[in-house]
């Protein structure tokens, strides 16, 4: 019995620090990875051209653009996604634990009534040993729907998925895990740096 097809949707920009981590987790469970490279400058795009050549089993698409902002750039790696059932929105510093993905499969194959959207929880890392954990938990985000329903993001910034039902008919799946790596909490001046470019994007 074939498994539901999954499609991976990514932007990225400067991950060649985790970028690998998050394929390693995801190669062998879809069978298409979307990615877009906003504009690395420390050695990705190389990188993650590397590791294409080393996984050729997985249906890859790679390509580059100027970034606008968050929607706009998500909803590129959405239109790339064309050969799943399913897509999946993970980026370059999150992972899904390998026993995640079984009860997930079940979720998206085996329900009668499938969802249209899944919330799956995430948890905030700042270290690769999972001891040290901030934020709140569960702290659920849709990150993924049924594929060709002209879902697409909305926002600039801290931007989230609108149209074709997608919080109509949305599950809540604490079956799979999303864990997520965010090491600029460590740094004072990236957070502030961060923190800052979303408030010029939001309003310019």
Known sequence: M???????????????HCI???????????????????????GTQKLVSQYIKGHIHT????????????????????????KADWVLIIDADETILPDS????????????DPP????????????????????PYPDYHIRI???????????????????GGVWNKLTYFDGAHIEHFNRVYLDDVAWKQKKQFYRDLAHG
């Open 20 to 42: 690998t981590r998050c394929f390693d987790s995801i190669v062998g469970h879809v069978s298409q990875i979307c990615v877009v490279d906003t504009g690395s400058v420390d």
């Open 116 to 135: 249209i959207s899944i919330a799956l929880p995430r948890h905030q890392w700042i270290d690769l040993d999972m001891t040290r954990k901030t934020g």
């Open 101 to 112: 993905w079984t009860r997930l499969n079940r979720l998206l194959f085996d329900h009668k």
């Open 59 to 82: 249906s890859w698409q790679f390509r580059t653009e100027p970034f606008s902002d968050f929607s706009t750039m998500r909803n590129i790696t959405l239109e790339m996604a064309n």
């Open 2 to 16: 074939a498994l539901p097809s999954i499609a991976a949707c990514m932007i990225i920009k400067n991950e060649k």
């Open 145 to 163: 729907w049924q594929n060709h329903r002209g879902i697409r993001y909305q926002g600039k910034v801290h931007e989230q998925p609108r149209g």
